[in-house]
Structures are given as C-alpha cells and as structure tokens.
C-alpha cells in the first residue's frame, strides 16, 4: 500500500506500513484515508515528535519482499542499512510544520 499525504501547499508519498506507524505515533487511529483538521494540528506534531522520542531508533516496519525466503536468509542483517522511524518522519514532521505555519489541513489517502 502507499499512502498519499496532502495539505493546501505540497504532496507526499510514503509506503503504506511506515506511514501508519507514524500516524499512530501521532495519536492517530491509523486508518487510511483521514484527515487531521488544521487547528489539531499542533498537538499532532507534538504527540508524534513525543512518540518519536520514544520510538524513533525503532527500525521502521518492514516492507513486503517478492524475494523467497532462503534468498533472504542469505543476507547478513548487518549489511543491510536499517531505516529507524525517525528517518521516515522526516518528510512528513516538515510538511505538517509547514501546514501548521499555514493553516492548512493534512489528509491522506491510498495512493
């Protein structure tokens, strides 16, 4: 699933399974497609910059593979680059500052 994040002034795209992580971290049911009103804004952010205090170093959820099991039992875990939560919040803990400084809504749906 990819999820498509959108406010007044820009678009996002984010795979589906990190993008509602970060979503629940935020105080947000999850549930896809939404909407966060732009005076929820603030405590939105708030509540994802906290849980990414938390959680950020997390690796973010994993991604479906095509690829057969014994291929990936063949590759070592250290040699693939973990991508952590916070990396992932990133393009979106900017997008929802810059709807927050413009008061725009946040929605989201399937893309």
């Given at each position: 699933m990819i999820v498509n994040f959108s406010t007044t002034y820009g678009q996002l795209t984010m795979l589906g399974e990190p993008a509602v992580a970060l979503l629940k971290l935020g105080g947000h049911s999850g549930s896809v497609p939404s909407a966060i009103l732009a005076a929820d804004l603030p405590q939105f952010l708030q509540r994802l910059r906290a849980g990414l205090a938390l959680h950020g170093e997390d690796?973010?959820?994993?991604?479906?593979?095509?690829?057969?099991?014994?291929?990936?039992?063949?590759?070592?875990?250290?040699?693939?680059?973990?991508?952590t939560l916070r990396m992932r919040a990133a393009p979106l803990l900017a997008m929802v500052e810059t709807a927050i400084a413009r008061g725009s809504d946040l929605m989201w749906e399937r893309g």
């Open positions: 690796p973010s959820p994993a991604l479906p593979t095509e690829e057969p099991p014994e291929e990936r039992d063949k590759h070592d875990a250290q040699e693939r680059a973990t991508v």
